[in-house]
């Protein structure tokens, strides 16, 4: 079984469209993240989840959206697409703030 | 605005031991040195972390100096699966506000 799987694996998508990634882990975690890789492969961490309660926030744009209907999901909505929101989106989750983090296999979104 | 700083590329020959530098001079007391690995288009995968003392786990060797202002990531015995993107990162509590810093990683390449 996966422990942390995210759906679609790829996304292509016209710009201004609205999107949405999903991401369970069926490891028991209390907390999940969302990551971005852009073009040069910097790994950058967008929003982090504990016990469905949001507490980190990095500075991305509001168009991005995490919900978590429960502890084992976070999903990312985006709205009004953009040509730069083209990247691999990863979602992880971890036990605890300082225990390892279990990443998914990404999605690559694509916005033509 | 990653706080570690790691040579931007490696090789290794197969079966010799791999040992990865990462500087993270500004450390504090309560941030945890991370590794993780990311292989060609996959999710980056935990490998080991540490405070202050040495660990072992069975795939990889962490050593930190008694200043904890650098780190060597060792894989004893590194084979051809063993490349990757490597990531040197420091950890602290979510609720601090502060980020989750990926940095540019060293590309190891295991040389048959």
């Known amino acids: 079984d996966t422990a942390v799987s995210q759906t679609p694996k790829y996304l292509v998508t016209q710009m201004g469209n609205d999107k949405s990634i999903k991401c369970e882990q069926n490891?028991?975690?209390?907390?999940m993240y969302w990551y971005k890789q852009d073009s040069k492969k910097f790994l950058k961490i967008m929003f982090s989840?504990?016990?469905?309660?949001?507490?980190i926030n990095e500075t991305v744009p509001n168009r991005f959206s995490p919900k978590s209907p429960d502890k084992a999901h976070l999903n990312l909505h985006i709205n009004s697409l953009e040509l730069g929101d083209s990247a691999v989106y990863f979602c992880?989750?971890?036990?605890?703030?300082?225990?390892?983090?279990?990443f998914g296999q990404g999605t690559r979104l694509t916005v033509v | 605005d990653a706080k570690t700083t790691q040579p931007p590329s490696m090789d290794c020959a197969e079966g010799r031991a791999a040992n990865l530098p990462c500087n993270h001079s500004?450390?504090?007391?309560?941030?945890?040195v991370y590794w993780y690995r990311q292989i060609h288009s996959q999710g980056p995968q935990y490998i080991i972390h540490?405070?202050?003392n040495n660990e072992t786990n069975e795939m990889a060797s962490l050593i930190i100096t008694e200043d904890r202002k650098s780190s060597t990531l060792i894989l004893p015995h590194a084979t051809l699966r063993d490349t990757a993107v490597y990531y040197c990162?420091?950890?602290?509590?979510?609720?601090?506000?502060?980020?989750?810093?990926f940095g540019t990683g060293t590309s190891l390449t295991v040389i048959p």
């Open positions: 490891l028991g975690h209390d907390t």
């Open positions: 540490g405070l202050k």
């Open positions: 500004t450390i504090s007391g309560n941030e945890y």
């Open positions: 989840y504990n016990n469905k309660e949001l507490i």
């Open positions: 990162i420091v950890r602290v509590r979510p609720n601090t506000g502060n980020q989750f810093y």
């Open positions: 992880a989750s971890s036990q605890k703030w300082n225990t390892e983090a279990f």
